[in-house]
């Protein structure tokens, strides 16, 4: 995995897209191949009930039960996306990275991820 992305492959109607990863998150994965029975093509997680790849409701219902055993309330399987985003636009990263980083073909999608706080206006104003 000398790469900095993973590549999905095409299932249904969803074309192959190119996803970035940090350094330490590729670590972390060619960690779980190398102690696990799985290789570095095909899913890198696979459902307990049928021991194939989690389809997107799947993952919603692991995503709540991770949030809700953590006590984290309100959560949902974006949450993250929306934080990894507004924390990149804390940080001044272009929209436009912003926008390939998330997957999304338009920048107005992307925008919607983008909570603002007051703390942001605050340090806009100086």
């Known amino acids: 995995m000398g790469n900095t992305f993973l590549r999905q492959l095409p299932f249904g109607r969803i074309k192959p897209r190119t996803v970035y990863v940090s350094k330490r998150l590729q670590k972390e994965i060619a960690q779980y191949i190398a102690t696990s029975s799985k290789t570095a093509v095909g899913a890198l997680l696979n459902s307990q009930k049928t021991s194939r790849s989690f389809t997107a ?3 919603v219902l692991l995503l709540k039960g991770i949030y809700a055993d953590a006590n984290v309330f309100g959560a ?8 990894f985003l507004t924390r990149l636009a804390e940080r001044g990263i272009s929209p436009f990275v912003m926008k390939e980083l998330a997957g999304h073909k338009n920048i107005a999608t ?12 605050r340090a806009a104003l100086g």
Do not use: N
């Open 57 to 59: 409701h799947g993952i």
């Open 76 to 83: 949902s399987s974006h949450s993250g996306r929306r934080t």
């Open 110 to 121: 992307t925008q919607r991820y983008v909570d603002v706080g007051e703390h942001q206006l």
